[in-house]
T-cell receptor, first 111, second 114 residues
Framework: GDSVTQMEGPVTLSEEAFLTINCTYT??????LFWYVQYPGEGLQLLLK?????DKGSNKGFEATYRKETTSFHLEKGSVQVSDSAVYFCALNGGYNKLIFGAGTRLAVHP | DTAVSQTPKYLVTQMGNDKSIKCEQNLGHDTMYWYKQDSKKFLKIMFSYNNKELIINETVPNRFSPKSPDKAHLNLHINSLELGDSAVYFC?????????????FGPGTRLTVT
């Protein structure tokens, strides 16, 4: 079945460091891909998405490119802030708008 | 105004009890979902409803029964609660079932079964 694999966390960075969180997927066809973010004590918020191969999703300085040749959707940000500390989830649409999530990667950014 | 709201936010109960979690969305969306997040933060869909009709029913024990009285509400009733049911339950909604429709999540209900 469809699945998403994310790099294990936690990821600990200093402010202004470069961030990469790896995400790969297994799916039939070419599903839409998403990154969601969960801040402490809150629900999930959509961070960015890409609906077809080579699409780049971007929001709030975060970017991810849909790479069908490597079945990847890695999340990147050039300069993280303390306020980016959260758990990040990679997900794919498994049909009928059913989201299939990766295990989540906790990011901690310190001053 | 909160787009997707859940009540209660916290629920502590004993094994064997029956409890309900309520979800309401004021976005005018047609589709609603329940997700379960376990202690390791792993998220998995449980159910989805579109216009009050059950669409997705993942492998969930029969003790879990969703009910959608109207398009704006999707409640989750759990019978005979077990320790393993302890988790955070998230409700979500989207305009429709197509892939282009973003899902909006509620704040979650933390269920603790003792």
């Amino acid at each position: 079945g469809d699945s998403v694999t994310q790099m294990e966390g936690p990821v600990t960075l200093s402010e202004e460091a470069f961030l990469t969180i790896n995400c790969t997927y297994t799916a039939t066809g070419y599903p839409s891909l998403f990154w969601y973010v969960q801040y402490p004590g809150e629900g999930l918020q959509l961070l960015l998405k890409a609906t077809k191969a080579d699409d780049k999703g971007s929001n709030k300085g975060f970017e991810a490119t849909y790479r069908k040749e490597t079945t990847s959707f890695h999340l990147e940000k050039g300069s993280v802030q303390v306020s980016d500390s959260a758990v990040y989830f990679c997900a794919l649409n498994g049909g009928y708008n059913k989201l299939i999530f990766g295990a989540g990667t906790r990011l901690a950014v310190h001053p | 105004d909160t787009a997707v709201s859940q009540t209660p936010k916290y629920l502590v109960t004993q094994m064997g009890n029956d409890k309900s979690i309520k979800c309401e969305q004021n976005l005018g969306h047609d589709t609603m979902y329940w997700y379960k997040q376990d202690s390791k933060k792993f998220l998995k869909i449980m159910f989805s409803y579109n216009n009050k009709e059950l669409i997705i029913n993942e492998t969930v024990p029969n003790r879990f029964s969703p009910k959608s009285p109207d398009k704006a509400h999707l409640n989750l009733h759990i019978n005979s609660l077990e320790l393993g049911d302890s988790a955070v339950y998230f409700c979500a909604s989207s305009q429709g079932m197509g892939e282009s429709y973003e899902q909006y999540f509620g704040p979650g209900t933390r269920l603790t079964v003792t």
